[in-house]
């Protein structure tokens, strides 16, 4: 594949000499355009050495070969990383001042970019209106992560590691090849639930983002996928709305959920259980509504346990399929997080479970995670910590490498 490499001036373009190295390892043509500010950190020479290929910042060098745009209508891909405040406002107003400039207005690959600043430069609203823009142009974001920063301080600004931003260009590379995965699979999303009486229920917090997310990065990646959603509303549902790949079927109870799952199961080679399920149900949902005049001040129910729907896929499943487990625990820590996924794994004998950190502001219904995925040895196969779209695709990636 073709791939160009912008870099800009800030300190984190020693990184990217990593960065074009791991591409050029794989045998990619890796073709670097810094900007001037960019060789104040990292010289030409550099460049040129790691990238096998001639490098400039300027649109007047080599321009019989109409260098200013050639390069960017040959590229599969552009990387821009580090991402300066300033190269990231010049996309967003579609600045052309320099070769990184007509290159990036003359390309129609993905656009993967790795912001990289101060947190006070990342968080001002002239920044994050930019990246707006950009992210609804379809341009894909890498970090920035939190972190130690340059004079010392620490915050979010802090450039992706080379590797993750690796991961996301080959991920960006597999999409527009029309992906690396074939096959069914079954993922589920949202929570379910128990009806009190024919008004009330008793549920979770669960949004389903992470679900549906899920889903998209496998159907993103070549999947047909059968999203069953459990109550998720349809602002969350709209982003698989007309989706080929991504078939939706609602449910509301874990009954409901159960018959839905054990159905779409026996078809499918990978199944992913990212629904959250009520443990437990009432035996007799009243036919009328619970009135309070009725009761003496207190309401006592009497709750009885939900099938365990994952326990029921392990044991029927088929030759072949994969299944993986999610776990939403309050642990505290990283060791308790993991140490409790690691149990929930074993007892369900799922192939992978997914543990996340859920809490009051954590985990539910918001768009930022964090996500511990373990093996059948108990090791920690990913980690992810960002975006629910960013913990989505290390949870496929992590399934695809299975
Ligand atoms: C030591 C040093 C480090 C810098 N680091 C960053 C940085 O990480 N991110 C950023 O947006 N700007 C940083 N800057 C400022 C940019 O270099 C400056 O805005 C420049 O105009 C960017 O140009 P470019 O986007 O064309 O590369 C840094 C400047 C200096 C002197």
Do not use: C
């Amino acid at each position: 594949m073709f791939v160009v490499v912008g870099v800009t001036g800030g300190i984190a373009a020693y990184k990217t000499v990593q960065l074009v190295r791991l591409l050029v390892k794989d045998g990619h043509e890796v073709h670097v355009i810094p900007t001037d500010d960019a060789l104040r950190f990292v010289g030409r020479p550099t460049w040129e050495a790691i990238s096998r290929h001639p490098v400039t910042t300027s649109v007047h060098d080599d321009v019989a070969q109409v260098r200013h745009v050639a390069l960017g209508q040959q590229a599969d891909l552009v990387i821009v990383a580090p991402a300066t405040a300033n190269t990231i406002a010049s996309m967003a107003a579609g600045l052309a001042g320099d070769l990184l400039g007509t290159t990036l207005l003359a390309t129609t690959a993905p656009v993967v970019i790795a912001p990289a600043m101060h947190t006070e430069m990342w968080q001002h609203p002239a920044t994050q209106a930019n990246i707006d823009t950009l992210t609804t142009r379809g341009v894909r974001m890498v970090g920035p992560v939190s972190g130690e920063l340059t004079g010392g301080d620490a915050g979010p600004g802090r450039m992706a590691e080379p590797e993750q931003i690796h991961e996301a260009a080959l991920r960006e590379l597999r999409e527009r090849t029309g992906g690396d995965l074939r096959g069914s699979w079954l993922v589920t999303a949202g929570g379910t639930r128990e009806p009190l009486d024919p008004v009330r229920f008793i549920g979770n917090r669960s949004s389903g983002r992470q679900g549906v997310e899920v889903a998209r990065a496998a159907a993103r990646r070549g999947a047909d996928v059968t999203l069953l959603a459990a109550n998720v509303s349809d602002a969350i549902l709209a982003s698989v709305a007309g989706d080929p790949r991504i078939r939706v079927v609602e449910v509301s109870t874990t009954d409901e959920l159960e018959r839905a799952a054990t159905e779409h199961a026996a078809e499918a080679d990978v199944v992913v259980m990212a629904a959250a399920v009520a443990d437990y149900r009432l035996p007799d949902v009243a036919d009328v509504k619970l009135r309070k005049e009725e009761r003496g001040g207190t309401l006592t129910l009497e709750l009885v346990e939900t099938p365990d729907i994952l326990a029921g896929l392990v044991a029927s499943r088929r030759a072949g399929q994969t299944i993986v487990g999610f776990a939403a625990e309050t642990p505290g820590d990283d060791a308790t997080l993991v140490e409790r996924a690691v149990a929930k794994r074993r007892r369900k004998g799922a192939d992978l479970l997914a543990a996340n950190e859920v809490g009051w502001g954590k985990g539910f219904d918001r768009d930022e995670n964090h996500l511990v995925v373990i093996d059948a040895s108990d090791a920690v196969v990913a980690e992810a910590e960002g975006s629910k779209r960013e913990t989505a695709d290390a949870l496929v990636d992590a399934i695809a490498r299975r």
